[in-house]
T-cell receptor
Framework: ETGVTQTPRHLVMGMTNKKSLKCEQH?????MYWYKQSAKKPLELMFV???????ENNSVPSRFSPECPNSSHLFLHLHTLQPEDSALYLC???????????????FGEGSRLTVL | GENVEQHPSTLSVQEGDSAVIKCTYS??????FPWYKQELGKGPQLIID?????GEKKDQRIAVTLNKTAKHFSLHITETQPEDSAVYFC????????????FGKGTKLSVKP
């Protein structure tokens, strides 16, 4: 496999469920990201990890919990979500997290989440 | 606050025509402006970017122009083809969040054969 892969591609969950999104990058990159993409809204950065350390937490509610066990894997743990959390969650990676505008983001195809 | 305004939100052109998408940004210190293309069911993919030390950059049928004085930049696609149909996003760096990009809301381009 190449690039950035995300699983599952689609997820439906109730508000009391606990689920996780998984992302894996095969590019040898050092930085990984979670973005949220909602209809008619810009892409929103949620979390950034650089060399497995969280470097950015963009005021995301605690019902979203990221985990980065190594530089190739990134998880987003979900619990007690709200219907307004329904969106496409995109994982991305870049060679490094070394400052503004220095590197291309490589996105996965996303996990489409529906919260009932 | 920081923002990137993108227009139009939808654009429909005939195959072979040109398409232009415009973005404005608020931070005059911004120095990097990428464009991403998102096809249906896929993640965004970088198609071209420009840095503030140049006014124009071209790659085959796509080009980006930058006007730092007016704080706007544009994507130009010439000789459009049906496979150009997608959502296009512009972006600019965030001053508040080092390493982050502020994205526009996107333009859905439809190229009719």
């Amino acid at each position: 496999e190449t690039g950035v892969t995300q699983t599952p591609r689609h997820l439906v969950m109730g508000m009391t469920n606990k689920k996780s999104l998984k992302c894996e990058q095969h590019l040898g990159h050092n930085a990984m990201y979670w973005y949220k993409q909602s209809a008619k809204k810009p892409l929103e950065l949620m979390f950034v990890y650089s060399l497995e350390e969280r470097v950015e937490n963009n005021s995301v509610p605690s019902r979203f919990s990221p985990e980065c066990p190594n530089s190739s894997h990134l998880f987003l743990h979900l619990h007690t979500l709200q219907p307004e959390d329904s969106a496409l969650y995109l994982c991305a990676s870049s060679q490094d997290f070394s400052g503004v505008g220095t590197g291309e983001l490589f996105f996965g195809e996303g996990s489409r989440l529906t919260v009932l | 606050g920081e923002n990137v305004e993108q227009h139009p939100s939808t654009l429909s052109v005939q195959e072979g025509d040109s398409a232009v998408i415009k973005c404005t940004y608020s931070d005059s210190a911004s120095n990097y402006f990428p464009w991403y293309k998102q096809e249906l069911g896929k993640g965004p993919q970088l198609i071209i970017d420009i840095r503030s030390n140049v006014g124009e950059k071209k790659d085959q049928r796509i080009a980006v122009t930058l006007n730092k004085t007016a704080k706007h930049f544009s994507l130009h696609i010439t000789e459009t083809q049906p496979e150009d149909s997608a959502v296009y996003f512009c972006a600019a760096p965030s001053r508040r969040s080092q390493g982050n990009l502020i994205f526009g809301k996107g333009t859905k381009l439809s190229v009719k054969p």
